[in-house]
């Protein structure tokens, strides 16, 4: 079984519907994070947790939020989706490595259409 | 400034050559380096870590790393088609969330 998981891996909707991506792991990480990938623009980091009490922003979060539920889960919020968050969304999960930073490992990914 | 810097590419090497991809970051004090492969459609992979100056291998694949350059790079030696990807390098520093470079291109011709 994956490590990291994400549902749904797929989903379409419409504008001003309100989406939720979910996140599990079950490599017992203490941080977590969301990212969004579009094309010629790299991964974006929307959102991350160290524990589950510390949620902070990353440099895209505005239309977003999360919530960690529990230390394996993770969930982010479209309010109401707009067509230009149209993306691929990366949960990813890391614990304190070499050197006192983190080595950061990938869910499968959610491709959202916004219409 | 973007903190991590990468050449888009394409990057064309052909089979058994050896691919050389590179990246530069801004922030001194940063700990640690990353390099992902990343298949279109699919999640990042780690393929390498490395944390001090010098070179680190690992099969066909090695990491060099030059702190006072700002430098950090990815050999693949006896390059293979399915080497085909984009290769994203990432920088990290304690108490942050790691910071991408765009990735680079590769594609490895038969």
């Known amino acids: 079984d994956a490590d990291v998981t994400q549902t749904p891996r797929n989903r379409i909707t419409k504008t001003g519907k309100r989406i939720m991506l979910e996140c599990s792991q079950t490599k017992g990480h203490d941080r977590m994070y969301w990212y969004r990938q579009d094309p010629g623009l790299g991964l974006r980091l929307i959102y991350y947790?160290?524990?589950?009490?510390?949620?902070n922003k990353g440099e895209i979060s505005d239309g977003y939020s999360v919530s960690r539920q529990a230390q394996a889960k993770f969930s982010l919020s479209l309010e109401s989706a707009i067509p230009n968050q149209t993306a691929l969304y990366f949960c990813?999960?890391?614990?304190?490595?070499?050197?006192?930073?983190?080595?950061?490992?990938f869910g499968p990914g959610t491709r959202l259409t916004v219409l | 400034q973007k903190e991590v810097e990468q050449n888009s590419g394409p990057l064309s090497v052909p089979e058994g050559a050896i691919a050389s991809l590179n990246c530069t970051y801004s922030?001194?004090?940063?700990?640690?380096f990353f390099w992902y492969r990343q298949y279109s459609g699919k999640s990042p992979e780690l393929i390498m870590s490395?944390?001090?100056?010098g070179d680190k291998e690992d099969g066909r694949f090695t990491a060099q790393l030059n702190k006072a350059s700002q430098y950090v790079s990815l050999l693949i030696r006896d390059s293979q088609p399915s080497d085909s990807a984009t290769y994203l390098c990432?920088?990290?520093?304690?108490?942050?969330?790691?910071?991408f470079g765009k990735g680079t291109s590769l594609l490895v011709t038969p």
């Open positions: 922030d001194r004090v940063s700990q640690s």
């Open positions: 947790s160290f524990d589950v009490k510390d949620i």
């Open positions: 490395i944390y001090s100056n």
């Open positions: 990432a920088v990290g520093k304690s108490g942050y969330a790691l910071n």
């Open positions: 990813a999960t890391s614990a304190l490595g070499g050197g006192g930073t983190d080595t950061q490992y």
